[in-house]
Each structure stands twice: as structure tokens, then as C-alpha cells.
């Protein structure tokens, strides 16, 4: 760990011009006040000179949250897609944040067509000509990671091709390294904003950005979400050509379609809205409780509409990923406010959350009661899942309690074609849409094999805990002997504390016996060994049976003892 440090810190300082560079422009922008805090003022004595008077009373008549927005501008791509990434967090920033940083723009030229040659040779080891037939030279976007040319394969296909800029790895490696060295320094020393842990944002924002400029990852992505939706005829993936793409490049198909914001052309175009808003919103809830895996940026750009109404997806550069008990659980969430249950809200949410200190369920459960009060008499159709989620997100903040990175990303999905499918039909109830797929998840939970599959599992859990738990006591009986673990003892009531350990290792025995029958009905059902009753295995069902009766049984004597 201190290797690890001293490199860090020794990286930090041969970074020191760009580091100047960055705390110049902060302070350039009005930020003064946090270089003094973060005691890093020596670094910027020469940009504080250049900064004149008359610029610095220009940049005071700006509001802090402009300053901000222009402070990340000047920094660079890297600061650029951290605030883009903040204006969709309304967990981490201000409202008057997000809706400023959501202003952000990519000011960069396109570089010259000489480097995206040079770029394209070294990574396809193959002169241009061979690869693509035509290759406009003047791009058709240019970002801070990279730009779009439009070309055609010597096979004969239109393709876009998306090459980053020369230099742009190394960087935001730079820059990365300088934020995660800021951010610990604002943990120390900033109280109010170490309740948002910087550090943790730095590295998460760190990871996402990696893949993003990994552009073999979001050639997987697509394929991947390609073959998700196989046979249906309503969405549409565009090609990627592998033999023409690398980290560094992505060739793919190009789309001529309209996009689905742009409402004019689709009424010329005699597409039908209502059906696009209804398709889009299916879509990504199959997305998200189906599959699990999702388009984590599903904004009108990112979606073309192609002639019968069909829905193309673009950038797979941020996908999200939820596993089953996550999706669950976020089931849950929702059916339980639908449902006006704040009690299950509230377990939904501490299942789903991340915190740093133990939360206080009574406030949380009230905060919640009185959230749920204030939809109580609207009806299910004037609910918008956005207002709800949203509210649900400022409410957790202020307990402090944390939404997982990619439980965010589908919060965001969700929301971002809940306003999509709005303004493509005014009637459009993305409540609606999503209430069948929550149900048929709490279904699907319920199904028999889904119970005998969870059943195998816990046994499983179970088989290896026993194994294991002698190899533990062999280590706690040696750690004694060598005087490591000190145990103090208060003599209290011995007599009742040998009563009830005697009860409590009864009852652990009896569970014991009630699992082993439960896993053995289990492995007896799986194995189709006769006879049987009602297509089932006879030894099976009387095994469940039995544990059934002693489970009940063991509950009953629990509850009377008024024990848990």
C-alpha cells in the first residue's frame, strides 16, 4: 500500500505543469476559497499573476454554478465527461447543478485527416485504401474523445467510422490521476463535501469512462445487445465490422434514419408516434427486468427511427448491467409504492442501497410514509416514474444512503424514454407499460422451479457452511491457545443462560434436521425415482411434507416463546 502511494504521489508531481494548469483555471473561475482549503495554493503563484483584475471581476458577476460549468469546459475532455456524467445525478449534486452541467458542450476542433490516417494504418496494420473503398476526409462530429467519418468498405457497405483523437489514453490518465489526488485532499478537508466520498466518484467515473474509450468493449456491447433481440422485427442493431475495428477505432453500419425527437420529420415521414413511444418503452423494459443488461444512455440521439416504425439503438459505449436479485428488488420498490406499503418500500430500498453508517429505519420509514401520503389520492395514470424515483433518490441522499452505480443507470434509462415516449404521445404512461413486467418478475419468483432451484442453492450454502464450520473452530480454538482472543465473562443469570442455550441448540439441531429433509425431497424430486403422485417423485413430497409439518411446528414453538 505505501508502494502503491509513493508511486501515486511521485506520478502526481511529474504531472505538476498540467496540475498547475488545472488549479489555475479553478482559479481563474472564482474557486479560490477550495485551493485555500486543499492547501494547494503553492502550485499556482504563476496563475495567479496572469489572471488580471478586470477578468477576475468579469468571472464574479457569474452565478457559481456558470462558473463551474466554464471552469470544466476550459479543463478538458476529461473534466468535460466527469460533469457530464454529474448531470444526471441529482443523488450527488443540487438541482441548479444538474441543470447547468446538463449545458455542457464538447468545444473541440476535429483534428486533422493526415493523424486519423496515421491512426487508422496503425491499428488496422494496413494502408486506408485497402480497408475502405471511400473515406470522406471531413468528419461528421467531432467530441472529446474522438470523431465520426463516414465511409464505405472495399465489400461495398456504408459505415461510419469513430476514431479517437491522437494522445487522448495518456491524457486522461493525467488528468484522472490529478482528480483522485484532488478528491482525497477534498475528503480531508472539505467536511460538507465528504459525505459524498469524492474518491468513490473519481473511481467510479474512472471505470466507466475506461470502457467508454475502449472501443472493442462497445463492439461486444453491441453484439451482445444485438443478440438479445433476435427474431424481433421491432428493434434494429447496427453491423459492427470487426475486421475494421480495434480499441482505438470502430467501424459499424451506418443508419440512415430520422431521430426520434425530431417530430416533424416523423409526421412527414407518416411514422406513427404512438406506436414508436409504446415500442421504446417495451424495449427497455424487457431491457431491464428480462435481461438484465441495458442501454445505459437511451437519449433521442442515441435512437433512430427507421421506416415501419422500427427502433435503432446507437453508442453502446455505456451500457448498464443489473443482476436478478437486483431487478427484483427495484420490482419491489415500485410495486410496493403502487401498493402505498411503506414498510416494504423501505425493506426494498435497504436491499438495494449502499451506506456508509447504519441508517435509521424508523426516520427512513416515516420520511417514506409521508413521501407515499403525498401521491395517495392520484391515480396510477398521473403517476410519472421519473417524479417518483427522483424523489425517492433525494429522499435516500439525505439519509445518506447510496444508489449502486448501475442501479442509477437504469434509473436513468427508465426515465429518459418515460420522456421520449411523452413527447412522442402526450398520452403516452410508462406506469402502465412497466406494471406487467413487474408482475410477471414476482411471478417468476414464485414458480415452483424457481423455489426448487433457490431451495438447491441455500442447500448448497448450507452443505459448505458445515464443512467448513470445523476447519473455523480448529482456528478459533487455536487463536485461544496462542492467547490471541480474550473473552470477558459477567456472571448474570447462569442458570437461565444454560436454560436457553440448551433451548437454542434444540432448535438449531431441529432446523438442521428440517433442512436436510427439505434438500434431500429436493435432490429425490430432481432424480424422477418412482413411484409417483401427480407427476412427482412419492418420496420427495412426503419428504417436503414432513419438513413442512416440523418447520411449522418449530415456528409456532419460537413464536410462543415470543423469541426470535
Known amino acids: 500500500m505505501f508502494v502503491r502511494k509513493i508511486g501515486f504521489i511521485s506520478r502526481t508531481y511529474r504531472h505538476i505543469n498540467r496540475y498547475r494548469q488545472i488549479l489555475s483555471i479553478l482559479f481563474k473561475y472564482g474557486f479560490g476559497d477550495l485551493i485555500d482549503q486543499l492547501n494547494v495554493g503553492q502550485y499556482i503563484e504563476i496563475g495567479m499573476q496572469m489572471v488580471s483584475r478586470k477578468r477576475r471581476e468579469n468571472v464574479e458577476k457569474l452565478t457559481r454554478t456558470e462558473r463551474v460549468r466554464m471552469a470544466l469546459e476550459e479543463l478538458g475532455p476529461t473534466f468535460v465527461k466527469l460533469g457530464q456524467i454529474l448531470s444526471s445525478r441529482p443523488d450527488?449534486?443540487?438541482?441548479?447543478?444538474?441543470?447547468?452541467?446538463?449545458?455542457?458542450?464538447?468545444?473541440?476542433?476535429?483534428?486533422?485527416?493526415?493523424?486519423?490516417?496515421?491512426?487508422?494504418?496503425?491499428?488496422?496494420?494496413?494502408?486506408?485504401?485497402?480497408?475502405?473503398?471511400?473515406?470522406?476526409?471531413?468528419?461528421?462530429?467531432a467530441a472529446s474523445i474522438g470523431q465520426v467519418h463516414r465511409g464505405r468498405l472495399k465489400s461495398g457497405e456504408d459505415v461510419i467510422v469513430k476514431v479517437q483523437r491522437p494522445g487522448i489514453h495518456a491524457t486522461i490518465e493525467v488528468d484522472l490521476e490529478i482528480m483522485l489526488h484532488l478528491a482525497i485532499l477534498i475528503e480531508k478537508h472539505v467536511e460538507e463535501w465528504g459525505v459524498h466520498k469524492p474518491t468513490r466518484?473519481?473511481?467510479?467515473?474512472?471505470?466507466?469512462?475506461?470502457?467508454?474509450?475502449?472501443?472493442?468493449?462497445?463492439?461486444?456491447?453491441?453484439?451482445?445487445f444485438a443478440r438479445q433481440f433476435t427474431g424481433n422485427s421491432s428493434v434494429y442493431v447496427p453491423c459492427i465490422f470487426g475486421e475494421a475495428s480495434t480499441r482505438r477505432i470502430l467501424t459499424m453500419e451506418y443508419i440512415d434514419g430520422i431521430k426520434a425527437s425530431e417530430i416533424g420529420k416523423l409526421d412527414k415521414g407518416g411514422f406513427d408516434r404512438k406506436i414508436i413511444a409504446s415500442r421504446g418503452a417495451d424495449l427497455i423494459l424487457e431491457q431491464v427486468f428480462e435481461y438484465g443488461f441495458f442501454h445505459g444512455d437511451p437519449h433521442p440521439g442515441n435512437i433512430f427511427i427507421l421506416p415501419g416504425n422500427v427502433v435503432c439503438y446507437l453508442d453502446f459505449g455505456?451500457?448498464?448491467?443489473?443482476?436478478?436479485?437486483?431487478?427484483?428488488?427495484?420490482?419491489?420498490?415500485?410495486?410496493?409504492?403502487?401498493?402505498?406499503?411503506?414498510?416494504?418500500?423501505?425493506?426494498?430500498?435497504?436491499?438495494?442501497?449502499?451506506?456508509?453508517?447504519?441508517?435509521?429505519?424508523?426516520?427512513l420509514e416515516k420520511d417514506i410514509g409521508d413521501f407515499v401520503e403525498s401521491y395517495l389520492y392520484k391515480s396510477l395514470k398521473e403517476l410519472r416514474i421519473e417524479d417518483i424515483l427522483y424523489q425517492i433518490l433525494e429522499l435516500i441522499t439525505h439519509h445518506q444512503l447510496r444508489l449502486p452505480p448501475d442501479m442509477f443507470?437504469?434509473?436513468?434509462?427508465?426515465?429518459?424514454?418515460?420522456?421520449?415516449?411523452?413527447?412522442?404521445?402526450?398520452?403516452?404512461?410508462?406506469?402502465?407499460?412497466?406494471?406487467?413486467?413487474?408482475?410477471?418478475?414476482?411471478?417468476?419468483?414464485?414458480?415452483?422451479?424457481r423455489i426448487i432451484g433457490d431451495f438447491l442453492d441455500s442447500g448448497g450454502d448450507l452443505v459448505q457452511l458445515i464443512k467448513e464450520i470445523p476447519g473455523?473452530?480448529?482456528?478459533?480454538?487455536?487463536?485461544?491457545?496462542?492467547?490471541?482472543?480474550?473473552?470477558?465473562?459477567?456472571?448474570?443469570?447462569?442458570?437461565?443462560?444454560?436454560?436457553?442455550?440448551?433451548?437454542?441448540?434444540?432448535?438449531?439441531?431441529?432446523?438442521?434436521?428440517?433442512?436436510?429433509?427439505?434438500?434431500?425431497?429436493?435432490?429425490?424430486?430432481?432424480?424422477?425415482?418412482?413411484?409417483?403422485?401427480?407427476?412427482?417423485?412419492?418420496?420427495?413430497?412426503?419428504?417436503?411434507?414432513?419438513?413442512?409439518?416440523?418447520?411449522?411446528?418449530?415456528?409456532?414453538?419460537?413464536?410462543?416463546?415470543?423469541?426470535?
Open 92 to 141: 450527488l449534486v443540487p438541482v441548479e447543478f444538474i441543470q447547468e452541467l446538463s449545458k455542457l458542450q464538447d468545444n473541440v476542433p476535429s483534428f486533422p485527416f493526415a493523424q486519423v490516417k496515421e491512426i487508422v494504418e496503425a491499428e488496422l496494420q494496413t494502408p486506408l485504401e485497402d480497408m475502405y473503398k471511400e473515406f470522406n476526409e471531413t468528419p461528421l462530429a
Open 409 to 449: 443507470l437504469m434509473v436513468k434509462a427508465l426515465t429518459q424514454v418515460e420522456g421520449l415516449g411523452l413527447v412522442l404521445d402526450p398520452d403516452f404512461d410508462m406506469t402502465e407499460k412497466a406494471t406487467p413486467y413487474i408482475k410477471r418478475l414476482k411471478l417468476k419468483r414464485l414458480s415452483p422451479k
Open 318 to 363: 455505456m451500457m448498464g448491467r443489473v443482476d436478478r436479485r437486483a431487478r427484483e428488488d427495484f420490482a419491489d420498490i415500485v410495486y410496493a409504492y403502487v401498493s402505498r406499503d411503506e414498510s416494504k418500500i423501505v425493506d426494498a430500498l435497504l436491499r438495494v442501497m449502499e451506506w456508509d453508517k447504519e441508517p435509521d429505519r424508523r426516520a
Open 201 to 224: 466518484i473519481v473511481e467510479e467515473f474512472s471505470r466507466s469512462l475506461g470502457r467508454e474509450i475502449n472501443y472493442t468493449i462497445e463492439a461486444s456491447n453491441a453484439e451482445r
Open 472 to 564: 473455523e473452530l480448529r482456528d478459533i480454538t487455536k487463536q485461544i491457545k496462542q492467547g490471541k482472543i480474550k473473552i470477558e465473562f459477567e456472571h448474570r443469570g447462569l442458570e437461565n443462560l444454560v436454560f436457553e442455550m440448551d433451548r437454542s441448540s434444540n432448535r438449531v439441531a431441529f432446523a438442521l434436521v428440517v433442512a436436510s429433509l427439505v434438500i434431500g425431497s429436493s435432490l429425490i424430486i430432481r432424480s424422477d425415482l418412482g413411484p409417483f403422485i401427480f407427476g412427482f417423485p412419492m418420496l420427495g413430497l412426503v419428504g417436503f411434507s414432513i419438513a413442512g409439518i416440523f418447520g411449522i411446528w418449530l415456528l409456532i414453538s419460537i413464536l410462543r416463546s415470543r423469541r426470535m
